[in-house]
């Protein structure tokens, strides 16, 4: 069963507005004609995330030659198969297998519930011909190779990245802060799925951000560098940090500093506590075209 507070059946083209929290009406038909060349089937198809089938499509047929693809194919990521029975962390191997097995579980039943019981555009139910794609994910069970977890432990570091660093309601017109040791940029509202508290989504809008290389950095250890969701974020913060641009920016720099701390025989607390190290160091990463600050556009 759903939770009381997703307001509705789970398994549904239903799913909570981010921002007004009210349960909106996705829609769902496989396969439209919407390649610009085409005459687009129905305007529907231009929705963005309220067409589904649309929302995460890695392969339209129409943009390959004839034959290539018999069908789209599309990732199914969406709020209706998010698991949040029960936590991952801090629990015994057992627990944590069974858990991972409770997520796929629902994959598998909204994936059903598609195959047969989904409300079809024409009015019917069920989409028989939906399969799932073991040999484009690389699995035998038709899932993806491992679940996105969309949260992890952080470590304690140099520097915090905090909801009022880059809060558009706190930082307004200023922007998000601009840190001395910017190594990289991004750009996503903090966004956060089921709380603790019963929401269930917290959205919040946030300004172009940088990244802080003290967030990679852990307060006590001279020979670890932090990652991904691993960085010094805080549970809000994660929820804009997490995007996957941002997580290849801090995951190539990472390497890129640890790489550069073995050519110079520095510790990355090193590079970072030195003003002339450190600005060595984002130059490195920038003739690498890594860009470390959003642009001044006031002036245009």
């Given at each position: 069963?759903a939770?009381?507070?997703?307001?509705?059946?789970l398994?549904?083209?239903d799913?909570?507005?981010?921002?007004?929290?009210?349960?909106?009406?996705?829609?769902?038909?496989p396969?439209?004609?919407?390649?610009?060349?085409r005459?687009?089937?129905?305007?529907?198809?231009?929705?963005?995330?309220?067409s589904?089938w649309?929302?995460?499509?890695?392969?339209?047929?129409?943009?390959f030659?004839?034959?290539?693809?018999?069908?789209?194919?599309c990732?199914?990521?969406?709020?209706?198969?998010?698991?949040?029975e029960?936590?991952?962390?801090?629990?015994?191997?057992?627990?944590?297998?069974?858990?991972l097995?409770?997520a796929?579980?629902?994959s598998?039943?909204?994936?059903?519930w598609?195959?047969?019981?989904?409300?079809?555009?024409?009015?019917?139910?069920g989409?028989?011909?939906?399969r799932?794609?073991?040999?484009?994910?690389?699995?035998e069970?038709?899932?993806?190779?491992a679940?996105?977890i969309?949260?992890?432990?952080?470590?304690?570091?140099?520097?915090?990245?905090?909801?009022?660093?880059?809060s558009?309601d706190?930082?307004?017109?200023r922007?998000?802060v601009?840190y001395?040791?910017s190594?990289g940029?991004?750009?996503?509202?903090?966004?956060?799925?089921?709380?603790?508290?019963?929401?269930?989504?917290?959205?919040?809008?946030?300004?172009?951000?940088e990244?802080?290389?003290?967030?990679?950095i852990?307060?006590?250890?001279?020979?670890?560098?932090?990652?991904?969701?691993?960085i010094?974020?805080?549970?809000?913060?994660n929820?804009?940090?997490?995007?996957?641009?941002?997580e290849?920016n801090i995951?190539?720099v990472?390497?890129?500093?640890?790489?550069?701390c073995?050519?110079?025989?520095q510790?990355?607390h090193g590079v970072?506590?030195?003003d002339?190290?450190?600005?060595?160091?984002?130059?490195h990463?920038e003739h690498?075209?890594v860009?470390?600050?959003?642009?001044?556009?006031?002036?245009?």
């Open positions: 069963m939770p009381a507070f997703w307001g509705g059946p398994l549904s083209w799913s909570p507005n981010p921002r007004t929290l009210e349960r909106s009406r996705r829609f769902f038909d396969n439209p004609v919407d390649n610009a060349t005459e687009v089937a129905d305007q529907r198809h231009s929705a963005g995330d309220m589904l649309i929302f995460r499509r890695i392969a339209a047929r129409h943009n030659r004839p034959g290539a693809y018999a069908s789209d194919i990732p199914v990521n969406w709020p209706m198969i998010d698991y949040f029960a936590p991952i962390i801090d629990v015994t191997p057992e627990q944590y297998a069974q858990r097995a409770d796929a579980s629902l598998y039943s909204m994936f059903y598609m195959q047969t019981e989904a409300p079809c555009p024409d009015g019917g139910r989409f028989a011909g939906l799932l794609r073991g040999d484009i994910t690389g699995t069970h038709g899932l993806a190779m679940p996105y969309r949260e992890s432990r952080r470590i304690r570091a140099l520097t915090t990245v905090l909801e009022q660093d880059l558009l706190v930082r307004g017109d922007g998000a601009n001395r040791d190594i940029v991004g750009m996503y509202r903090i966004d956060l799925h089921p709380s603790t508290g019963g929401d269930n989504y917290i959205d919040v809008g946030a300004c172009p951000f990244i802080p290389l003290g967030a990679l852990p307060r006590g250890k001279s020979n670890l560098l932090a990652a991904s969701k691993n010094g974020t805080t549970h809000i913060t929820g804009c940090y997490r995007l996957h641009p941002v290849w995951g190539e990472a390497g890129m500093l640890a790489a550069h073995l050519e110079t025989g510790t990355p970072h506590g030195d002339k190290r450190l600005a060595e160091f984002q130059s990463i690498r075209g860009e470390r600050h959003w642009p001044d556009i006031s002036g245009y």
